[in-house]
């Protein structure tokens, strides 16, 4: 579970605005999304999971490229409003939840963490990363966006994907470096 502090920033922030990144709004969340969804290089997955979705702006980006899709966020407002947002796509279940605690016994070709990392102790990461290693498909992606500024938080964006990168021995990994951001995607090679 993210630190209780973490939590309660998270929660004021969507209480002082429904989007308090501009992620519906700003050209600079939709160009990063826009990568995001490049990294896919144009495959089509059959379970994916969006770990941190948030309000679901880039959730109905990748239902497009999913044929079952699971978004979950600490956040139940978020969640509200994804539900909102993706209303009619019974493909896509939204969730209120932590990773990996709260992490279904699935087997996704595709794992998404954009912008969430940092938010989560060293601890969580590292299972998530067993998480990650113990359910994901042959031949699955995850793909990690990352800030490369400050996050108000213990981890950098940079060193909490460098923290869940490094136990992933059996994973290819490239990095792609964006206006401010990081996008580390993870190829699974016994696929």
């Given at each position: 579970m993210p630190?209780?502090?973490?939590t309660r920033h998270?929660?004021?922030l969507y209480r002082q605005s429904p989007d308090p990144w501009g992620h519906a709004t700003r050209a600079y969340e939709r160009a990063k999304f826009a990568r995001t969804i490049a990294a896919l290089d144009g495959r089509r997955f059959r379970q994916a999971v969006e770990i941190g979705c948030g309000i679901g702006?880039?959730?109905a980006l990748l239902a497009r490229r999913c044929e079952a899709l699971l978004g979950i966020d600490c956040v139940a407002s978020a969640v509200a409003s994804a539900r909102l947002?993706?209303?009619g796509q019974s493909h896509v279940r939204l969730g209120v939840g932590v990773a990996p605690d709260d992490l279904p016994?699935?087997?996704p070709d595709l794992i998404v963490l954009s912008e969430v990392l940092y938010f989560m102790t060293p601890a969580e990461i590292i299972r998530l990363a067993a998480w990650c290693d113990a359910h994901a498909a042959?031949?699955?992606r995850i793909v990690i966006v990352s800030?490369?500024?400050p996050t108000g938080e213990a981890l950098s964006g940079p060193a909490s994907a460098a923290l869940l990168c490094r136990p992933l021995v059996g994973w290819s990994h490239r990095s792609l470096d964006g206006d401010g951001y990081r996008i580390d995607r993870l190829d699974r090679l016994d696929g």
């Open positions: 630190l209780e502090r973490t998270l929660c004021r702006v880039l959730t947002r993706l209303a016994d699935l087997s042959p031949a699955a800030w490369k500024g």
